[in-house]
């Protein structure tokens, strides 16, 4: 018998052709609801067709039971492809695509997807190995796959199949703008079915366990049935701003039976998204049978509480999955074989998480990553986004480089997907006005009577300081205390750590007042203890909180007074709904400033959307108190649309071209190319970061996240306590800058785990006030307040 894999803990054998089948079936599950199964199955079925071979089954044996890998590389991905190739390429130029597609897939099944066009003119990926006449030990191959009854049929009914839906594909696509861009993220699509059936397989296969489905259908029903308890509930409050709230939600409902589509959500903060897009997504979800709510938002901090709301409604913990991060970093060893070299990777390579929930919550640097980014560790995730009710929380918040592959990764996800979406944010960016545009729905805007809603929610008044001048963080602290001589509790928001952390200092040693900091250097645990301090503390003494913009989108905070350093009017908007936000007193006081302490050359939306909030809205005197009227934001976005356009470089460095190029085929057709795709996405993931400036999760030794780098010390090999460990270690991981990693590399405050995937912070490198602290002299002792 040919071997695909040996069980680690029993020595279980699985034959090559029972792995092959059943790949190939859950890869049609997953294909089928975009009308892709064919493709999937197909893909699933050939993928692994590289190992049935002798050669590798004692390669197997060799690494499994004796311990000793061998050094070659044994490339069993390409020959699934080939097979296609050499038998039925050139025959129909629709068949040939959907050669195309499948057979990208499989050879990029253990690299990320390769490209059809090189930039530099050289042979593609594509063509270079399925024309691969010296393959080793392709014929072996060939004769033991049709060898086995059924095996030629099989792949020749899938491949008619698969004509037929991608015909349908064609057709769908040829009424669509920029119909190149839904081909590359369909072939992406395949890609994606293929990796998590693969990897599902085998994690079931190694711990014993056969896939189950979660019961989605069961979750929303319950879901709705316990939210629509809490709606009756809230309807007998007769306050004014919850009956603003109710109708808000009232609106989400009536719209969820409405076709799927791509809708705008314009509730201004504190007016209840959460609880109006659930309402929407829950019913909208079980009208038309979707079998996932994501929930994509731009910080953690928004995760962690919106997910915490979103189980207390539905009253169903276990259905809601957070996912923040993440924590394996092992890019590089994507290109391993499948027992890969060490029991660790091959851990690691199957322990990742992949959506498998019917509640989500993730990061926009998630979503964007399992659309673009390089290798097959995200790419899995991406088909769980479709068939879904996806709701983007503060929509605003997308890299401004990025719109133009954000606006193609929603495009496709309704269209080809089948997902609906909900843009949701109190400051809605034109999204229908960049290129590509998004394609809304007709009447896409959920709430009505937009200018009316926003008076009705007003409850602050925005008062501006600023001048050519920016305040130091003492005249910000004398500003502050000041203040507090007529107020409980302060909110100060300013834009960099460096200048949270000095305000910070300044302000701690006072009497009477508790000081907390707030910064993306604490890990989500540490960050959210802070917060029920502050929330604790409220109303009963005198409190300053000193934050980074983390704060100001979606936690639900109220304080009488917010100090908010001159930034984008979204973002001051923001700020203003952590004031006064449940209308504890008639009017709150928002105090928008210029901080001298701030550095911003290295963040230029946040630098450009200061100038254009001082420029066309502060000194335009018809806003002056209407600064965050719908009026007022629309000037702002369009402005800052205009300047962004002309300072942000949308090509990333070291290319030529902005990345959306190679999707739409506008640089693929400058090239000559031996194949109908084409698509450059290898050159496309190579180049993409979600953030200007790649950060690398580090656990970090806070709480829990002490013992969880003691278990991972101790290297288990149990696969179920490792996903276990991985998926607290989110809560207790921070994102780390190269230059900040490195820095904290040369002292010795970094602890690599399995081959450097792992990073592990150092007790004296993490502070109990600021948490990472660069010059590994934290304060040991726990800090009491």
Sequence with gaps: MLLAHIRESDHAEQSVQHHLEEVAALARRYGETINAGAHAELAGFLHDMGKLTVHFTHYLKNAVLENNVAKEKMDHSTAGAKYLYDSYYGQEPVQDMVIETVGMAILSHHSGLQNFVQPDLKPSDFVRRVTNGELPHYDEVVQHFESVDGNQTKVERLLNEAVQEFRSFLEKISRLDYPKVYLNLFQKLVFSCLIDADRTNTRCFEEGET??????????????RHLMGKVGAWQQDTRKLNQLRNLMSDNCDKVATDPSGIYTLTIPTGGGKTFASLRYALKHALENGMKRIIYVVPYTTILEQNAQAVRSIIQQPEAVLEHHANVIDDAQQDEGQDFYDSAEHKKMQLGRDNWDYPIIFTTMVQFLDAFYQKGTRKSRRMHRLTNSVIVFDEVQSVPFQHYALFNAAVNFLHSIGGSSIILCTATQPAVDRMTPPLNLAENAEIV??????????????????????????????????????????????????????????????????????????????????????????????????????????????????????????????????????????????????????????????????????????????????????????????????????????????????????????????????????????????????????????????????????????????????????????????????????????STGMIHPLFEAAIFCLNKQAYDPDYGVTLDGQAEQAPYQY
């Design 211 to 224: 896939v189950t489905e979660n019961d989605s259908e069961r979750v929303f029903k319950e879901g709705y």
């Design 448 to 745: 009505p009577n937009l200018a009316d809603v926003a008076d009705a929610f007003k409850r602050v008044s925005v008062h501006s300081h600023v001048g050519p001048e920016g305040w130091p963080a003492e005249r910000i602290s004398e500003f502050a205390q000041g203040l507090l001589l007529n107020t409980n509790s302060i909110l100060i928001i300013l834009n960099t750590k460096t200048a949270v952390r000095k305000l910070y200092q300044l302000l701690s040693g006072q009497e009477a007042v508790r000081v907390i900091h707030l910064s993306t250097s604490m890990c989500p645990a540490h960050r959210k203890e802070r917060l029920d301090q502050v929330k604790s503390s409220l109303g009963k003494e005198k409190v300053i909180c000193v934050s980074t913009q983390l704060i100001e989108a979606g936690v639900d905070i109220s304080f009488e007074t917010v100090i908010r350093s001159l930034a984008g009017l979204d973002s001051i908007a923001q700020a203003a709904g952590r004031c006064n936000r449940n209308q504890e007193r008639e009017v709150g006081d928002v105090h928008v400033i210029r901080a001298a302490d701030e550095n911003l050359s290295k963040l230029p939306e946040i630098r450009i959307g200061a100038e254009v909030t001082a420029d066309y809205i502060l000194a335009d005197s018809k806003f002056k108190d209407h600064l965050l009227s719908p009026m007022a934001l629309k000037t702002y976005f369009s402005y800052f649309q205009s300047q962004a356009k002309r300072e942000i470089k949308v090509a990333p460095k070291g290319f030529d071209y902005p990345l959306f190029s190679l999707l739409d085929g506008s640089l693929a057709e400058r090239q000559s190319r031996k194949t109908k795709s084409m698509g450059m996405y290898k050159t496309l993931e190579n180049h993409f970061e979600a953030i200007d400036s790649p950060t690398t999760a580090v656990i970090v030794p806070y709480g829990e996240g002490e013992e969880i780098i003691a278990r991972l010390n101790e290297n288990t090999g149990d696969f179920s306590e490792f996903n276990r460990l991985l998926k607290s270690a989110q809560q207790y991981s921070v994102n780390l800058y190269q230059h900040e990693l490195q820095a904290l590399s």
